[in-house]
């Protein structure tokens, strides 16, 4: 990780941003703490993450205020929710240039029953609709193979941040 | 690099957008192509980025369609460009997080002269603004004791996407 400091040198709240989330994984456990993944376990089942380096990213996410630890369980906070239009953003941006088979997600705008459009909006009501409204539904492209419990639970609709049913 | 592979059990689009832009420095490169940065020079002295590494990056962002090698330059494909969003949200939330001094950059529409807001649409017209349509001026946050010839190009308003004049 020796490039790390080097981003200081960068003026751009892009390279401050980037010494948070710009560590490998560490958007990807963002993603399933937006999904309602909580527990340590969880994440390295789901994540095929190395414990040690689950474990450093998780504290990391802790110091620098993107998750809350209660108990065992670690909750996003504010400033962790707050990156909900990045990950999916990123993520349809990955669909529409490296996907076959169409997204692996789609999030439904729970008041209108209709999925967001690439850019957050509902196409119903018109409104750039936060994480707490959305519900998660299998996609064309998911990859149906995965067995951890988090993949199995996420085939069902589940609400976005509440914690998912393992 | 080690932990590059394992993304590739990850469904998600997500993972494999942080393939193609997850490495470090990548997604600077990227927000200094959309800035008007062409040539492989500018982009180090800007970046302070170990020659080797930029160039492995400049290549792999080529190979992944997001970057097109025309003779000296390197230049956004249209996959490349339609990273603006993500660009622009993720240093809006460094802004929001971690800036004391409010955002180093202004995106403005040119049609209006208004800065876009964090969502990247323009407060006058209501339209979510593309980067050929917006000028960067210098913002409160910004640090101007970089003396490179990019960082001091970039202290007058430029139009983004066109190269900058230096």
Redesign the interface.
């Known amino acids: 990780m020796a ?2 400091k ?2 200081v ?14 560590e ?2 560490t ?2 456990i963002v ?1 399933d703490a937006l999904y309602g993944v909580r527990r340590f376990g969880h994440f390295q089942t789901h ?4 414990r040690a ?1 689950l474990s450093a990213r998780l504290q990391s996410l802790v110091d620098t ?1 993107v998750l809350d630890k209660q108990g065992h369980d670690y909750v996003l906070t504010g ?1 962790g929710r ?2 909900w ?3 999916h ?11 076959d088979r169409g ?3 789609l999030f439904v705008h729970i008041g209108c029953s209709e999925p967001i459009d690439a ?1 957050g909006a509902c196409p119903a009501c018109g409104r ?1 609709v936060p994480p707490e409204e959305l519900e998660i539904h299998p996609g064309p ?3 149906a193979a ?1 067995q951890d419990p988090v ?1 199995v639970a996420l085939r069902s609709p589940h609400r976005l941040l509440e914690p998912v049913p393992v």
Request: net charge positive.
């Open positions: 490039l790390g080097d981003y040198k960068q003026e751009c709240s892009l390279a401050r941003a980037l010494e948070v989330v710009g490998r994984w958007l990807l993603r994540l095929d993450i190395p380096v205020g400033t707050d990156l239009p990045i990950v953003s990123l993520a349809r941006w990955g669909d529409r240039n490296f996907s997204p692996c997600r850019g750039v492209g998911l990859d995965r993949s």
